[in-house]
């Protein structure tokens, strides 16, 4: 992953490259020449401010929304699982979490009734996300993080090589949203791509190998060592920010929204 397309990646490989992406909602620029290219076994946060562009960039990446200019290519064939913010999403559709996931085959086009030899697979897909035992429960039943996890199980059972997640941890406590983290963990282990949009500095984008800042363009991407610096955050976030050193972790210091503790980098699979 770069921004810079044309030097550092060969296109070949890249799962999606994106290129001077401009995108406009009535011709009112939201993301501007913004170049990202993911390749196999990333693992992405898309990090900025709400009303940055991130979902709009997804949706670029993703096909879904007409550029303005330049050019997103994906690699054919390549299979993508989108993982809504679970808060955007009808809980009260009726069908239970193994219906749930037997729809996301065939683009979700399909009766929820599961096919014979499905269940298997379903069942073992709720199993590796700690959803065994809720097969059978409606939906709307489930914390925010079993909620979160059954869109990952959707997106696993269509065999997805790369996830995307809006906001995937919004709403949920610290404990669920380490869940969470460790989940995207494992499967980024397992060979799966993961790029996730997130407006969560010291949560989420901390925890992660790669960070990419957005505020209508790319102000920065790197790992969070190279990308967090006072001039990025600044740029991206629109308000000073100072980052201490205090007892081994780094503090990010916003002056209007106080201080928060900042692991520079924690291996999520520990
Ligand atoms: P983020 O995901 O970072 O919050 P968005 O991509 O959702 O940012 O939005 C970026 C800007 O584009 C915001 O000002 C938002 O109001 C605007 N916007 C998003 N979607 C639409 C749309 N369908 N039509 C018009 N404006 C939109």
């Excluded at 808060?87 to 599961?114: K, L, Q, S, Y």
Aim: with cysteine.
């Amino acid at each position: 992953m770069t921004s810079d397309v044309t030097t550092l990646i060969s296109p070949v490989e890249a799962l999606i490259a994106a290129e001077r992406v401009t995108v406009a909602y009535e011709n009112d620029p939201v993301i501007v020449d913004v170049d990202l290219t993911i390749e196999p076994g990333d693992m992405i946060g898309i990090v900025g401010p709400s009303g940055s562009g991130k979902s709009t960039l997804f949706r670029a990446l993703l096909g879904s929304v007409p550029l303005h200019s330049g050019s997103v290519s994906r690699r054919a064939g390549l299979t993508v699982g989108l993982v809504p913010q679970v808060e955007r999403i009808d809980w009260n559709f009726p069908v239970t979490v193994a219906e749930c996931v037997a729809m996301a085959r065939a683009g979700g086009w399909r009766t929820p009734w599961i096919r014979r030899g499905e269940r298997r697979e379903i069942d073992a897909v709720l199993e590796r996300l700690g959803l065994d035992g809720l097969a059978g429960r409606h939906i709307r039943n489930l914390s925010g993080g079993q909620q979160q996890r059954v869109f990952l199980a959707r997106a696993m059972f269509t065999g997805a090589e790369a996830i995307f997640l809006d906001e995937p941890t919004s709403g949920l406590d610290v404990t669920t949203r380490h869940e969470v983290l460790h989940l995207l963990d494992d499967l980024n282990r397992d060979g799966v791509t993961i790029v996730l949009s997130t407006h969560d500095l010291n949560g989420i984008a901390t925890h992660l190998p790669t960070i990419v800042c957005l505020n209508r363009s790319v102000i920065g991407a790197g790992t969070p060592a190279d990308v967090l610096t006072p001039d990025v955050l600044e740029r991206t976030y629109g308000s000073p920010m100072e980052i201490l050193e205090h007892g081994g972790m780094r503090v990010v210091v916003d002056s209007g929204h106080g201080s928060s503790l900042l692991p520079l980098r924690r291996d999520v699979g520990a």
